[in-house]
């Protein structure tokens, strides 16, 4: 990967629509040079996919929290990844150094439909207890969600 890819990736991410034309005169290359090198990040797995990104505001899910979820004795990753992956309004997970074993994102449309989320996680065997803090407002968000 040189600086002209991750030119093109900078640009994607922005807009994965964008046209390979928009992009080439960005980065300073034909289109058809543009197309080859996307062909080739997707390909190489550089770029694994391609996304639509919804408004939480406007498809309904606006109620967002930040969860830190603490387990009972070691619990592995994937047991974490198969537990997390069976509750839809789990957007973004991780496991994280520090007292808690992850750290979760959920989305729902209300606060009782958090709760419900959050009692999926909490009756997991393995899951000890959650600590949770709504969030208020965006301050940063590069990811576009």
Known sequence: MDNL????????RQNA?????DIGVEVGLSAS??????????????IRGFTVQVDPNVDGM??????ELF?????????LRRILQGVPEVVDAGTVTGSA??????????????????EKVRIAPNVDHTRSA??????VNRSGD
């Open 5 to 12: 890819d991750r030119g093109i990736i900078d640009l994607l």
């Open 17 to 21: 629509r964008a046209s390979y034309g």
């Open 33 to 46: 040079a543009v197309k080859r090198r996307v062909d080739r990040l997707v390909a190489d797995k550089v």
């Open 62 to 67: 606006q109620t967002e929290a930040y969860v």
């Open 71 to 79: 387990c009972r004795g070691t619990v592995a990753p994937d047991e």
């Open 101 to 118: 074993d992850a750290i979760v994102r959920i989305r729902s449309r209300d606060i009782p439909s958090l709760e419900a989320a959050l």
């Open 134 to 139: 709504i969030i208020l407002s965006k301050l």
